[in-house]
Each structure stands twice: as C-alpha cells, then as structure tokens.
C-alpha cells in the first residue's frame, strides 16, 4: 500500500501480502478515500484493487461515479508470463457475460447508501473517436451482424450521466494532421538511431564501443551511430533537451 500526494490503491508487488486480509481491507479504505475526493466529481472513475467475493480473491475494476459505484469488473485471463504471477493470488472470473450481487462493506455503504453492487463480466467501452463511423463500418460487414444478432447481449448498468459536453455535437473528434511520408533512405537513418540512442538512454551507458574492420557491417554501424549523434544534436538545437531524459 502506498500513501502519497494522490492515493494509490496496492499493486503486484504486495505479492504474498494478498493473502492477508488487512491489504483487501486498505484498498476499499483507499476507495472509500477516492469516492469522497472532491476532484472525483463528475467523473467515471476506474480503480483498480483486490477483492473478496464469496470467499474467492479476484483482482478487479472498481467503476464508480459521483460515489456510486456502478460495478465491479474481475479480470478474466490473469498474467502469468515473464515476472508476473498473478494465479498465485488471483482467480479468474469464469461466468460469461453474468453478474452477481457483490455485498460492499460498511465503510463504502455509509458513503454511497449501496448494499449491494453488481460484479461480474461486462463490457467497458471508452472511446475518443467517431462512434457512428465504427457503427456504418460494422454494419457493412453483413457476418458480423449475424452473430451479433445471435450472439447473448451482457447485462446493462443504466446510468443517468453523460460524459460528453451538450455542445459537442459540431465538434470535430480529432483535428486533420498532414501526413509526410519518409523516404526508404530516412527510414533506414532514423528507424536504427533511434533504436540506439533508445537503448542507450535506458541501459544508463555513456556510449558504444565500435571496433572498425573497414567492412560493409562496421561501416554501416558506424553510419547509424553518426545518424544518432546527428539527431541527438538537431533536438538540442531544437530546445527538445526533455527528449535525452
């Protein structure tokens, strides 16, 4: 757990302390702390934390707006590759497309005047972009439609809020950038360079080492390393200093 300027609820590295029941018990403190924040109003907020149903530890999404939560969302393929663990803690929620009534404690009731909230599998959909050309765009794919017709709906949280402003009708969702294509040369500069200035920047190293036979691979290296160099010095001049961090 973590108490700093903004709350945080427990992340994987409280590993093992998942079995104990204090950590489950901090982050619905940490979530009754974010339901009362006041910069939390009017706004859908989505808190990630452990939780406790019917005696089984899923790791879930807490959705909630102006302190009330809208549901509980459990994880349905938990990450078990590289560093992470997560079936060591976790469950994975096996019921398609169902919800449950989950009972909240009494520190979340007293705020919300909720009992019972639903959990389960459901759809979370945000978007930035143009809804209605995603709609004409499915809509001409005549197989989707079929199985979407046949396909079980998911259970439906109505809520009498809107995210959008009432005046954004006219708006446009994006601004039109133009596009400027490089050239198969400046791919092969830049693309590399990039690479390695990028793997130079995290390894923490102050440079390479290049031993130069003459050849066409030494040479090509060295090329790549002078097109770095040569970029690196453009965004200094450019004032871009934040890009050597």
């Not at 992340?11 to 702390?33: I, K, M, N, Q, R």
């Not at 092969?188 to 793997?199: E, F, V």
């Amino acid at each position: 757990m973590a108490d700093m300027k903004i709350t945080v609820t427990s992340g994987y590295s409280c590993e093992d302390h998942f079995y104990e029941g204090d950590t489950f018990l901090h982050s619905w403190e940490v979530l009754a702390e974010l339901l009362l924040a006041p910069l939390c109003k009017d706004i859908l907020v989505d808190v990630g934390m452990p939780v406790m149903h019917k005696n089984v530890s899923y790791n879930c999404r807490v959705i909630f707006l102006n302190k009330q939560i809208l549901l509980i969302r459990p994880k349905k393929i938990l990450c078990d590759n590289g560093n992470y663990r997560e079936s060591r803690w976790f469950s994975a929620w096996k019921k398609n497309r169902q919800t449950e009534d989950f009972h909240l404690p009494m520190i979340i009731s007293k705020i919300t005047s909720q009992k019972l909230v639903p959990i389960g599998d459901a759809e979370v959909v945000t978007a930035t972009i143009d809804l209605e050309d995603i709609r004409s765009f499915r809509n001409m794919k005549r197989s989707n439609a079929h199985l979407a017709a046949s396909s079980p709906s998911y259970p439906r949280i109505l809520v009498d809020f809107s995210l959008s402003s009432e005046n954004d009708t006219t708006l446009l969702t994006t601004q039109p950038i133009e596009w400027s294509f490089l050239s198969a040369e400046e791919e092969i500069a830049r693309g590399p360079a990039c690479w390695l200035w990028d793997y130079l920047r995290r390894s923490g190293q102050g440079g390479f080492f290049l031993p130069l036979s003459g050849g066409i691979d030494s040479s090509s290296t060295a090329l790549i390393v002078y097109s770095m160099c040569n970029l690196i010095m453009n965004s200094i001049r450019q004032g871009g200093d934040g890009n050597m961090r």
